[in-house]
Nanobody, 123 residues
Framework: QVQLVESGGGLVQAGGSLRLSCVAD????????MGWFRQAPGKEREFVAA??????????EYTDSVKGRFTISRDNAKNTVYLQMNTLKPEDTGVYYC??????????????WGQGTQVTVSS
């Protein structure tokens, strides 16, 4: 069973920061790449960031709109993936979902998802 639990969302003013967390079960975290997607009101779900393991090196990928502002990372000891979000903008508002699969990228549709956490950025 794949278990993904997000937390850390909330209401912040534009220019502020939030750090989202996603705790996975150990088997999932050990065997899959991880990523973050979001869905804004009235829009379809979109890719935000991914962290992938190739051999012994982790690589990250971001959608253009968050490059330089968001950072994805993982803590293997805690089975947790993070999304540090800085310089938040109102257009970052949406429900953020943690995702896991053997391949997570801008073009992927991961098989496993968390329940989502709401991020609201006010002007």
């Amino acid at each position: 069973q794949v278990q993904l639990v997000e937390s850390g969302g909330g209401l912040v003013q534009a220019g502020g920061s939030l750090r989202l967390s996603c705790v996975a079960d150990g088997r999932t975290f050990a065997n899959y790449d991880m990523g973050w997607f979001r869905q804004a009101p009235g829009k379809e779900r979109e890719f935000v960031a991914a962290i992938r393991l190739s051999e012994t090196t982790y690589y990250t990928e971001y959608t253009d709109s968050v490059k330089g502002r968001f950072t994805i990372s993982r803590d293997n000891a805690k089975n947790t993936v993070y999304l540090q979000m800085n310089t938040l903008k109102p257009e970052d508002t949406g429900v953020y979902y943690c995702a896991a699969d053997s391949w997570v990228s801008r073009t992927s549709t991961p098989r496993y998802w968390g329940q989502g956490t709401q991020v609201t950025v006010s002007s």
